[in-house]
């Protein structure tokens, strides 16, 4: 289980969801270098303040980096042979490869790799701070038995990672050296045995608890109706929206709508008992305000705001990224979650 430092209270999982959704979505719609930077910047902030101290996983971050970047460039150069700044030239005639590899391409796919870098710190961030029991609060009660499911597979690999810490510290005090393939066995034997233990604890404490006990319920045909109904106008809608425009829209957004409705009617069929509830402070209100800002600001034209420089194209001759100020400062907000005080 992850733990939370004492006198630190968890957040809601729901302001963090917002937070995050919002930074993935400023993330796709720009291309700018700097933009794309400052949201990094700001969701490492928020995750090195917030996150919990038990953290499953610690990733060399500088080392991937150089890794996605390196080869999002490498593999645009080796497909895109556009530019004027050539730096290697091959045979045309060399299927695939040939032609011009020109600085231009190489920068167009770092922009890509720096872009999916970025989409990749802010999900670790909301992984490093929402604990899995809080996460599995966010699926909707009409799912509580995937989110029973969710919860196990998250809590899996950081349970087995301490068991593992466990071993090797008990086997380095009894002062066993491993240096070949038979010095695994004291090791990966006891790891086997422990996740068999507790899958057969976890199995008892689920069927003590009822769970597989109960019968099959059927949904009325009238729910199974629109749930056929709600998907089918929602891929109506999707492909008619590419030759209808907004007639099509309208409809993938009605058959949503009926989705949505139709998983909350569900949910309430469902009660559920939470031991520790969560009350919702100043808090989680600046860090959904300082979230939807951004997104209120990118999305509209506003005439005060240069919206172009969301946009870079290093072709066809590379040159330096335009920088709006009141973008910059606008996508800065991300980061005021990171100064907010724990206490």
Not at 288 to 298: F, G, K, M, W
Request: net charge positive; proline share 6%; glycine share 8%.
């Amino acid at each position: 289980m992850t733990t939370t430092p004492p006198g630190k209270r968890r957040l809601d999982a729901r302001a963090w969801l917002i937070w995050t959704l919002s930074a993935a979505l400023l993330t796709m719609l720009t291309r700018n270098p700097l933009y794309i930077l400052i949201i990094l910047l700001a969701a490492q902030l928020v995750s090195m303040t917030w996150q919990q101290e038990d953290v499953a996983f610690k990733l060399p971050l500088l080392r991937m980096l150089s890794i996605i970047l390196v080869f999002s460039s490498v593999f645009n150069m080796f497909f895109a042979h556009v530019g004027q700044t050539v730096l290697l030239a091959l045979p045309q005639n060399w299927p695939l490869i040939g032609g011009a590899w020109t600085l231009e391409a190489a920068a167009y796919g770092a922009i890509n790799g720096l872009m999916l870098f970025a989409l990749l710190i802010v999900f670790m961030a909301f992984n490093n701070i929402v604990p899995g029991s809080d996460m599995v609060h966010l699926i909707p009660r009409a799912f509580h038995d995937l989110g029973l499911v969710v919860l196990i597979a998250l809590t899996y690999v950081p349970e087995t990672r301490r068991h593992w810490q466990k071993i090797r510290e008990a086997q380095a005090i009894r002062g066993h050296e491993i240096r070949g393939w038979q010095d695994w066995r004291p090791v990966l034997l006891p790891l086997l045995v422990g996740g068999m233990e507790r899958a057969m604890s976890l199995a008892e404490a689920m069927v003590s608890r009822g769970y597989g006990a109960t019968k099959q319920v059927k949904q009325p045909l009238l729910v199974q109706g629109l749930l056929l109904l709600g998907l089918g106008a929602a891929f109506v809608g999707w492909l008619l929206s590419f030759w209808q425009g907004w007639p099509g829209w309208i409809l993938m957004g009605s058959g949503v709508l009926v989705l949505l409705m139709l998983i909350w009617a569900l949910g309430e069929r469902v009660s559920l008992r939470r031991y520790e509830s969560q009350r919702w402070s100043w808090r989680e209100s600046v860090i959904c305000i300082t979230a939807v800002i951004p997104l209120i600001l990118l999305l509209i034209p506003w005439p005060f705001m240069e919206r172009s420089n969301l946009y870079f194209s290093p072709y066809p001759q590379l040159s330096l990224p335009a920088f709006d100020v009141l973008l910059g400062l606008a996508l800065a907000l991300l980061a005021v979650p990171g100064v907010l005080p724990r206490d």
